[in-house]
């Protein structure tokens, strides 16, 4: 199993330019969640998904959007980049909601 | 609130050294606390799930423990390869599945 996976693992992106950050997960977990961390504030839940067709919003939902179409993939929508979406974001992906959640390797963004 | 603290923030100790980190919680119905490893640059790596008071979980020179209002990890004979920093987790009692996470030890081991 290649567990969650992340794609790209670095990205740097001019304000106001939009993108999609890819997370895959080949556990068939119900549960995925999208994370960003940054210094000084931990990681914060952006949105999440409790199975296919299903999302909901975390802590910091502005200016990000998701899909989830099939179990598989929980893809990351920034609509238009600002500085302030500069962090390394993480996607994880558990059995069921109350599971431990497994995280991906990370995709670090640079908004100039 | 539900709230998750981490202590310290930081801890060096020499190889061999044992210590513990401390994680509490403030959290009504507590459904589990999880422990991370997290690598610089990496995502954080599951380590442990406790789910009631009195549970204890060991892998290799780590051992968490779990009481009604905080959760320990012991670390004994640490080598260098530990340094990383330890976060733990909880989650929310409202059942959505998200979790609160504390700030994290930031743990350094020197040889």
């Known amino acids: 199993n290649a567990g969650v996976t992340q794609t790209p693992k670095f990205q740097v992106l001019k304000t106001g330019q939009s993108m999609t950050l890819q997370c895959a997960q080949d556990?068939?977990?119900?549960?995925m969640s999208w994370y960003r961390q940054d210094p000084g504030m931990g990681l914060r839940l952006i949105h999440y998904?409790?199975?296919?067709?299903?999302?909901d919003q975390g802590e910091v939902p502005n200016g990000y959007n998701v899909s989830r179409s099939t179990t598989e993939d929980f893809p990351l929508r920034l609509l238009s980049a600002a500085p302030s979406q500069t962090s390394v974001y993480f996607c994880?992906?558990?059995?069921?909601?109350?599971?431990?959640?497994?995280f991906g390797p990370g995709t670090r963004l640079t908004v100039t | 609130e539900d709230q998750v603290t981490q202590s310290p923030e930081a801890l060096r100790l020499q190889e061999g050294e044992s210590s513990s980190l401390n994680c509490s919680y403030t959290?009504?119905?507590?459904?589990?606390l999880f422990w991370y490893r997290q690598d610089p640059g990496k995502g954080p790596e599951f380590l442990f799930t406790?789910?009631?008071a009195g549970e204890e979980k060991e892998k290799e020179r780590l051992k968490a423990t779990l009481t009604k209002k905080e959760s320990f990890l012991h670390i004994t004979a640490p080598k260098p390869e530990d340094s990383a920093t330890y976060l733990c987790a909880v989650p929310v009692p409202s059942n959505t599945g998200k979790l609160i996470f504390g700030q994290g030890t930031t743990l350094q081991v020197k040889p």
């Open positions: 556990m068939n977990h119900e549960y």
């Open positions: 959290v009504s119905g507590l459904r589990g």
């Open positions: 994880a992906s558990s059995y069921a909601r109350g599971y431990e959640q497994y």
């Open positions: 998904s409790v199975g296919a067709g299903i999302t």
């Open positions: 406790l789910y009631s």
